[in-house]
Antibody, heavy 114, light 112 residues
Framework: QVQLKESGPGLVQPSQTLSLTCTVS????????VHWVRQPPGKGLEWMGR???????YYNSALKSRLSISRDTSKSQVFLKMNSLQTEDTAIYYC????????WGQGASVTVSS | DVVLTQTPPTLSATIGQSVSISCRSS???????????LNWLLQRPGQSPQLLIY???NLESGVPNRFSGSGSETDFTLKISGVEAEDLGVYYC?????????FGAGTKLELK
């Protein structure tokens, strides 16, 4: 059964760094890419970036200067780090599988506030 | 970046009614490999998005066949033939032909 699960802090202070983990099961990170997508409260979906199955990464140009995605294949985990957080980064952060986005995590709610 | 324009932004329907949602792209979504990476997702209230249709017209496993997708190049349509209560939520089109992936702004389907 394919599953993805996001984890991380619910509250981050402005200007600090957000660190999230996506733990997957039911498939290998060496066979499928994992994407990060976020959704501000009451708004639509924004694609952030992806870790390809071969280890290559690609980022949304609007976030590229602040964003880093990495992985640990032995632990089936993909990591997102984004620095210089502002209030507008408050959102639910999802990880999702593959180009099709055929499986999603339940989302991690992140609030940026002092 | 590719802009996907969805219409209408809100759709009111009765149970059993058939409805359509349009998604227009600022560029052709036909990839050099011959595929067209245009997907449809549904986000029910309080839930994560779920894949309904991939590559324009392919129904994801487990999705009822009242959902269908069509279109090509820059114009795409999602049709629901007989809305059921469980279909309520926000529908998004998403393209993966051109980097970065982009989403439409969404169409909210509600009960009339």
């Amino acid at each position: 059964q394919v599953q993805l699960k996001e984890s991380g802090p619910g509250l981050v202070q402005p200007s600090q760094t957000l660190s999230l983990t996506c733990t997957v099961s039911g498939f290998s990170l060496m066979d499928y890419s994992v994407h990060w997508v976020r959704q501000p409260p009451g708004k639509g979906l924004e694609w952030m970036g992806r870790m390809k199955y071969d280890g290559d990464t690609y980022y949304n140009s609007a976030l590229k200067s602040r964003l880093s995605i990495s992985r640990d294949t032995s632990k089936s985990q993909v990591f997102l780090k984004m620095n210089s957080l502002q209030t507008e980064d408050t959102a639910i952060y999802y990880c999702t599988r593959d180009l099709l986005m055929d499986a999603w995590g339940q989302g991690a709610s992140v609030t940026v506030s002092s | 970046d590719v802009v996907l324009t969805q219409t209408p932004p809100t759709l009111s329907a009765t149970i059993g009614q058939s409805v359509s949602i349009s998604c227009r792209s600022s560029q052709s979504l036909l990839d050099s490999d011959g595929d067209t990476y245009l997907n449809w997702l549904l986000q029910r209230p309080g839930q994560s998005p779920q894949l309904l249709i991939y590559s324009v017209s392919n129904l994801e496993s487990g999705v009822p066949n009242r959902f269908s997708g069509s279109g090509s190049e820059t114009d795409f349509t999602l049709k629901i033939s007989g809305v059921e209560a469980e279909d309520l939520g926000v529908y998004y089109c998403m393209q993966a032909t051109h980097a970065p992936n982009t989403f439409g702004a969404g169409t909210k389907l509600e009960l009339k």
